[in-house]
């Protein structure tokens, strides 16, 4: 297993005691939430959250306390890192990126107190912190040291998950559902699963692509065909892909130009999911 010990720049100082993380300002994530779609079940949730943080005190008055603790799952490309991005900035609260992964195979033997340095950061300064691949904590070790070791990061984790309080909000994510501790994911006050976008979901992000940039007409409804059990982060991919095709030729967007980008992009298609009117049907 490969002890990877060049971390790069994209750290913060080390003062700060944090070596894998990186930090995005609210504004930058405001910049980045600009085409967001949300499931509506998701959405409703971080509206919720969001609420209830801008009412701490009532919550205190009646001894109830408040969520602050996120965990998100489902398949690449379909959100999670994005809605991040997406609570600092409604939040207005700096983002603080950490792979899991990276911070337990960079120094096997630190995780333990790099976690705990990441929690105490989040305590001292209030942030949204943000912990990718969350699984990685699950993934046994063949190694007996290894395994030991895992053990006690996982006890960390608990621990720090207990203890988190003040005005931080920790959201986790994971694409493996089924390989999260019960014991870790009980943790967690709220739980949003992503899935792959359905009919609604991709034309509603088709809409945001094609708005403000000029189109041709009764491209939106062939594209939704198009790009049926394609991801959110492909179909980006694709639209830019077309777009600088577009921008190129001096030519409004068509439907031709996305097929091509479609085409060399080679998305892999997945089974769209259902949409929630279609779920209420059956
Ligand atoms: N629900 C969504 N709405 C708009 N864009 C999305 C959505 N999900 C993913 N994307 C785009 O796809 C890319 C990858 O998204 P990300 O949030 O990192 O996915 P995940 O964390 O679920 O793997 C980003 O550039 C993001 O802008
Ligand atoms: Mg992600």
């Not at 395994?147 to 988190?164: A, G, I, P, Y």
Request: charge should be neutral.
């Amino acid at each position: 297993m490969s002890k990877n010990k060049n971390n790069g720049s994209r750290f913060l100082p080390k003062s700060k005691g944090i070596d894998t993380a990186t930090v995005y300002a609210p504004e930058e994530c405001a910049l980045k939430v600009k085409r967001i779609v949300l499931q509506p079940d998701n959405r409703q949730m971080i509206e919720e959250f969001v609420t209830i943080l801008g009412m701490k005190d009532r919550f205190a008055e009646h001894d109830v306390p408040v969520p602050n603790k996120i965990v998100m799952f489902g398949p690449p490309g379909t959100g999670k890192t994005l809605t991040a991005f997406y609570m600092a900035q409604r939040l207005e609260l700096p983002l603080i990126i950490v792979r899991l992964d990276a911070v337990i195979n960079s120094f096997l033997g630190e995780t333990a107190s790099n976690v705990r340095k990441l929690f105490d950061y989040a305590k001292a300064s209030p942030c949204v912190l943000f912990l990718d691949e969350f699984d990685a904590i699950a993934r046994t070790r063949e190694n007996n040291d290894e395994v030991k070791e895992m053990s006690r990061v996982v006890n960390t984790l608990l621990q720090c998950l207990d203890e988190f309080e003040g005005g931080s909000v920790l959201m986790a994510a994971t694409n493996l559902e089924d390989q999260l501790d019960h014991a870790v994911w009980r943790r967690f006050d709220t739980r949003m699963t992503y899935r792959m976008p359905g009919e609604a979901e991709i034309m509603a992000y088709i809409r945001l692509m094609l708005d403000g940039f000029e189109h041709d007409a009764g491209i939106a409804g062939r594209a939704a065909e198009l790009l049926r059990g394609v991801s959110f982060a492909d179909m980006e991919q694709i639209f830019l892909k077309a777009k600088r095709k577009a921008i190129i030729g001096s030519a409004p967007l068509t439907y031709r130009t996305l097929e091509d980008a479609y085409r060399e992009y080679q998305p892999r298609k997945q089974a769209a999911a259902l949409d929630e009117k279609v779920l209420a049907g059956t």
